[in-house]
T-cell receptor
Framework: RKEVEQDPGPFNVPEGATVAFNCTYSNSASQSFFWYRQDCRKEPKLLMSVYSSGNEDGRFTAQLNRASQYISLLIRDSKLSDSATYLCVVNPGTGGFKTIFGAGTRLFVKA | GAVVSQHPSWVICKSGTSVKIECRSLDFQATTMFWYRQFPKQSLMLMAT?????????EQGVEKDKFLINHASLTLSTLTVTSAHPEDSSFYIC????????????FGQGTRLTVV
């Protein structure tokens, strides 16, 4: 089983749609979680951190369920500019620096 | 936020030559940096963890003699792809963190290597 697994995608949605990405992680001791966005041929950039209480940033909402070892990202009112690959990222939190990336989910938002 | 700079952003080299990629933390000291490789339409795959003042830790399947890592200072790590072959053509990205465990990772701009 992979340490971090994501929906394979790609997701093709029209502008204005709501889309949700899911991610599961295998290490129950993992301590911190993030969603990164990666545009084609660019480096990943932090989209938002994920907290147990859930957090929202504009059209983006991230949630964490530690019991189910599950992370989600919800994008409301999709824009063309949201088209990218979304990476689920987990820090094992074993005291080291290692970061585990999911394979990413590709999103295409169409006009 | 913290800045990580990677150089060069792209390079084309002949098969059999070596290529050095630099990763610098510009406004913080990074005792540990990470090197990733990403093939088209695939996720980032961790190649190795670069440790300042000591040997790098390589992931399973990554040849340490082919991908030489040097982390001589708290702000610079280098990755040298030795005797490059076309199958080494990929997007190489470095990252660093401000602290252990829970902090986010900051990425360099990436280096697109093409071996011809």
């Amino acid at each position: 089983r992979k340490e971090v697994e994501q929906d394979p995608g790609p997701f093709n949605v029209p502008e204005g749609a709501t889309v949700a990405f899911n991610c599961t992680y295998s290490n129950s001791a993992s301590q911190s979680f993030f969603w990164y966005r990666q545009d084609c041929r660019k480096e990943p950039k932090l989209l938002m951190s994920v907290y147990s209480s859930g957090n929202e940033d504009g059209r983006f909402t991230a949630q964490l369920n530690r019991a189910s070892q599950y992370i989600s990202l919800l994008i409301r009112d999709s824009k063309l500019s949201d088209s990218a690959t979304y990476l689920c990222v987990v820090n094992p939190g074993t005291g080291g620096f290692k970061t585990i990336f999911g394979a990413g989910t590709r999103l295409f938002v169409k006009a | 936020g913290a800045v990580v700079s990677q150089h060069p952003s792209w390079v084309i080299c002949k098969s059999g030559t070596s290529v050095k990629i630099e990763c610098r933390s510009l406004d913080f000291q990074a005792t540990t940096m990470f090197w990733y490789r990403q093939f088209p339409k695939q996720s980032l795959m961790l190649m190795a963890t670069s440790n300042e003042g000591s040997k790098a830790t390589y992931e399973q399947g990554v040849e340490k003699d082919k991908f030489l890592i040097n982390h001589a200072s708290l702000t610079l790590s280098t990755l040298t792809v030795t005797s490059a072959h076309p199958e080494d053509s990929s997007f190489y990205i470095c990252s660093a963190k401000l602290g252990a465990g829970v902090s986010e990772a900051f990425f360099g701009q990436g280096t697109r290597l093409t071996v011809v």
